[in-house]
């Protein structure tokens, strides 16, 4: 059975501009790992249900019903901790085709930052620009949680991860800085890379 393996960050923890080693450091080697640990942790013991072939559920309480509630919220944590470092520890300098379609479609690059931050400022989670495999377009969606709020068929681009850990460190509740210094950091090679992955994928 496959297990997942803690991804090493794409950049050094103490690259970044206003984004700190410690917060960094914290973020990727203890929240980050905890989630992929645990989402292995759950997936053996969901092995060992299914191979019972005595697999019970109650939605009021029930192993079952814990571990796939923690399935959903461990798996969703690695994966949106991933695509947010990973398009970290870059010059902020917006370009390629993802740049351009931004523009076009939010009237200018600054009109899509100043929507993305202000959703970022409404979320309690994440803020992700996703492809939309349904309407085959760009969309922003919010998060209030790892497993609350994610659309099935949209595939991230960009992920913003508003939760606290992310700035209390080095902005307290100043969460408008840390949102600055996270485009001030994006790698936007990466973007492009994920945005022409993403484009390519369509669904009915
Ligand atoms: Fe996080």
């Not at 085709?97 to 009109?111: D, H, Q, V």
């Amino acid at each position: 059975m496959s297990k997942k393996e803690i991804k090493s960050l794409p950049f050094a923890a103490d690259s970044l501009k206003g984004i700190s080693q410690k917060t960094i450091e914290i973020h990727h080697g203890k929240l980050y790992a905890g989630y992929v640990n645990k989402s292995n942790e759950i997936k053996d013991k969901l092995q060992v249900i299914i191979e019972s072939g005595k697999a019970e559920g109650n939605q009021a309480y029930s192993e079952l019903r814990a571990l796939k509630n923690g399935e959903g919220f461990t798996n969703n944590g690695v994966y949106l901790h991933e695509d947010y470092f990973a398009i970290l520890g870059g010059d902020g300098m917006p370009k390629g085709e993802i740049a351009g379609k931004l523009a076009e479609k939010y009237g200018s690059f600054e009109n899509f930052k100043t929507y993305f931050s202000a959703c970022g400022m409404a979320a309690r989670g994440w803020t992700v620009l996703a492809w939309d495999m349904h309407e085959k377009d760009l969309r922003i969606f919010n998060c209030d949680a790892h497993n609350h709020g994610g659309i099935w068929g949209a595939v991230p681009v960009i992920v913003l991860d508003i939760y606290e850990h992310a700035y209390f460190i080095d902005a307290g509740s100043d969460r408008a800085t840390y949102i600055r210094a996270f485009f001030d950091n994006l790698n936007w090679d990466k973007i492009e890379e994920f945005y022409q992955k993403a484009k390519k994928m369509e669904w009915e």
